[in-house]
């Protein structure tokens, strides 16, 4: 499942990414939200009962279940900018459901847009402390977290790499498995970079699926 950025990016539109999904045989269902930060509060330009987080858990993934035969665990996330955040925070918050998921150039401090006069947050949280409460960092729990988790930001990014940074720190404190590359250069906070990274997470994606489908529970 791909969880598109702020700008509503579209993979159709990236031959890259879907190069990769034809090259792995894996389907990918892309639902679009609006500037909702995937988050479990009401973004009025998505919908005015229905937060974005619940959507993707009460309807995406019935229709997946019901269209696909696809249930969790064999479900990844992936996710770019604000999606990409939005991917770590629901697999930290539901661990058991997404165990498996890639995050490019996440998006993780986005209390700094709000203070930034970014309207969307502004609609959702009443000031910057209340949305950096809800962000992906303080979503993790040192005892049930996802099995499987790769992120990456490019460090010419200068408004997500440090918030990507302090989260492998966390993670690393935690003793809580994850891969990350925060070195890889190219293109900043880009499709550049998103596409330059793509390969490595769809690697890495691939790998821990079928992980997941080999597992013994």
Known sequence: MYLHGLHL????DHPTFTRLFEQHGLRCIAPVTGRSWWADRISPEFDPHVTAERYVLDRVLPWMAGNWNV???????????????GALRLSYKHPTIFPVVAAISPAIDFQL???EGEESLRQMYR???????DTATLHIHPLNWPRHQWFACDPTDYRWHESADRLRMKLYSLGVPYEADLDTSGGGHSWEYYERMAAPAMAFIVDRLERERLRII
């Open 9 to 12: 990016g579209m993979l159709a």
């Open 71 to 85: 249930r969790p665990p064999q479900i990844a996330l992936l996710g770019t900018s604000m999606g990409g955040q």
């Open 113 to 115: 847009m709000m203070e």
């Open 127 to 133: 000031d910057a402390e209340q949305a950096r409460q």
